[in-house]
């Protein structure tokens, strides 16, 4: 079993900047790749960003030059710094891990979830 635990959610102006931060705990041999997802209201939710263990990194098209994705998997941490926000950012944001077993296998894992909110 994973944990995942977000923080670095919040309210903030057109133009701010925000840190998102996920770190997954438990029996964990590898997390590739981890990422965050976004859920605005009324629509699907979607991938914002990834990153694989490599640091090979990807982007949705509309936070590409303001939104950057880093790993540290020695930590088992992603982390989501997120510039030039914009209202369209709003949104619960979600941690998302792939989990290589130390005893073999697969599993996803997302978090619970943290609300980024960008007032005009």
């Known amino acids: 079993q994973v944990q995942l635990v977000e923080s670095g959610g919040g309210l903030v102006q057109s133009g701010g900047s925000l840190r998102l931060s996920c770190v997954a705990s438990g029996n964990i041999f590898s997390l590739n790749p981890m990422g965050w997802y976004r859920q605005a209201p009324g629509k699907q939710r979607e991938l914002v960003a990834q990153?694989?263990?490599?640091?090979?990194?990807k982007y949705v098209d509309s936070v590409k030059g303001r939104f950057t994705i880093s790993g540290d998997n020695a930590r088992n941490t992603v982390v989501l710094q997120m510039d030039s926000l914009k209202p369209e950012d709003t949104a619960i944001y979600y941690c998302y891990v792939h989990l290589i077993r130390v005893v073999g296998g697969t599993a996803d894992y997302w978090g619970q979830g943290t609300q980024v909110t960008v007032s005009s």
């Open positions: 990153i694989t263990s490599a640091g090979t990194t």
